[in-house]
């Protein structure tokens, strides 16, 4: 999914927001800045419900970021305060030379270097290798800061699972979760204005 020096099947929710200024891709390694004036997720062209995803990232030092799956909305933002305060807005283009933020809802596979990240270090579900915000990692598997990790994600029939390093840090069905509107929907890279990088993302779909 990831070309050598192409971001090609990526966009921005919106598709409005050009890419190379959040985000920078070579050979193959595609790299988060933080603190761009345009700051967006990824979204695969395509959309994906029964899947296996498999990929390497790395963090630096106190950084976090995500992969989204069943993505279902997204939403824009003009940064009015960092970090405190927002407006939101229906496109990026409606703040022309204000900084924006394009950000997606759906499940979310949490990458964090969970010694030194502030949410991280506060609550279990924010810890790498599990559902953020919902279900905790069901053990510590992440690397250090600056290694890189291998990441899977398996969605099948309603069934969540997420390994780290191969160690399963999570299994979950759909009983055990809110329902979201739509049981597919394209995969999203999270912005999350620290320093993450990603390679060797591959997908394959999975038959019912």
């Known amino acids: 999914m990831l070309q050598k020096n192409s971001f090609a099947g990526w966009r921005s929710p919106s598709g409005h927001t050009p890419l190379e200024g959040a985000w920078t891709i070579a050979n193959g390694v595609l790299t988060a800045k933080p603190y761009v004036q345009h700051r967006t997720d990824l979204w695969s062209d395509e959309e994906y419900e029964n899947f ?75 810890r790498a290798g599990g559902l953020y915000g919902v279900f905790a990692p069901k053990v510590a598997a992440v690397k250090p800061h600056g290694e890189w990790n291998h990441s899977r994600v398996v969605v099948c029939d309603g069934r969540f699972e997420h390994w780290l390093n191969g160690k399963q840090t999570l299994n979950v069905g759909l009983t055990d979760l809110k329902l979201p509107a739509r049981r597919r929907g394209p995969l999203a890279l999270q912005y999350h204005q620290t320093v993450v ?12």
């Open 52 to 126: 296996e995803l498999e990929w390497e990232w790395r963090a630096e030092k106190g950084a976090n970021s995500g992969v989204k799956y069943w993505v279902q909305s997204a939403v824009t933002l003009v940064v009015l305060k960092e970090n405190v305060e927002w407006r939101r807005v229906a496109d990026p283009r409606e703040a022309p030379g204000e900084t924006t933020l394009e950000y997606s809802r759906g499940f979310e596979y949490q990458m964090a270097d969970d010694a030194h990240e502030p949410d991280a270090l506060k609550r279990p579900e924010a």
């Open 197 to 208: 990088s990603f390679r060797k993302m591959r997908v394959r779909r999975l038959a019912r």
